[in-house]
């Protein structure tokens, strides 16, 4: 499903270059839940950023799929990110002024999903997050837990095949926090293929397999945290 190739990408200010992640080789299957850890500045947000096609790689090369991301187009890559890909991010990311039910009907909008179906679509999967009851609700009349479901639900509206979770419990109590863990491990049951950016050991240990970045670079790939 996702493959690196001796994947490094390096940015440029000035005559500074840094070098965000160095020659890693990386596969996720189809279906499989991992993590992916490391220290602040490790890479794990350029890596997220990678394989969900909000960048592309300086050198190597990534087949999402199947497919080589480097040569695609930017409509090819937007077109990624609306239906293949969705995300979860640690801020949720919601428009502040816009209800539950406008929040997740967004990716929708963009796919020129018929008023009908995206109305469907929208009740199918706040019901299915256990917000049946808040479609109405803005973020700010919405718990943490409550948004991040919101959101969840919002990453889910084209029927991705990958989800990719930054720090997705990182601003939630524990409570909330297992209530999200309990939808992703629902997700994977269903087929999806989820990659969790955390530090959260507890939240890590709960999926398939480790990668642990630092300095750019896999320092263990498939072990268990101590």
Same mark, same amino acid.
């Given at each position: ?53 909000? =960048? ?143 530090? =959260? ?13 630092? =300095? ?11």
């Amino acid at each position: 499903m996702i493959e690196m190739k001796q994947v490094h990408k390096s940015y440029t200010t000035g005559k500074v270059t840094f070098e965000a992640l160095r020659r890693i080789d990386l596969n996720i299957k189809r279906g499989e839940q991992v993590a992916v850890v490391g220290p602040s500045g490790s890479g794990k947000s350029t890596l997220m950023n990678l394989m969900g096609c909000l =960048d592309v790689p300086t050198e190597g090369e990534y087949l999402l799929d199947g497919e080589p991301v480097r040569d695609m187009t930017a409509n090819q890559l937007a077109d990624i990110r609306n239906k293949k890909v969705g995300f979860v991010f640690q801020a949720f990311n919601l428009l502040p002024y816009a209800t539950a039910f406008e929040n997740v009907e967004v990716p929708l909008l963009f796919a020129k999903v018929s008023g009908k179906k995206r109305k469907e679509r929208v009740l199918e999967l706040l019901s299915r997050v256990g917000l049946a009851d808040k479609l109405e609700n803005k973020p700010t009349e919405m718990s943490g837990g409550e948004m991040q479901r919101t959101a969840i639900a919002r990453a889910l509206a084209n029927d991705p095949d990958i989800i990719l979770a930054d720090e997705p419990t990182g601003n939630l109590d524990s409570k909330s926090g297992g209530e999200i863990i309990k939808i992703f491990k629902e997700l994977e049951n269903a087929g999806k293929t989820i990659v969790i950016i955390t530090h =959260d050991t507890t939240i890590a240990k709960q999926t398939n397999r480790i990668i642990r970045l630092k =300095d750019g670079i896999i320092e263990g790939n498939g072990d268990l945290l101590s």
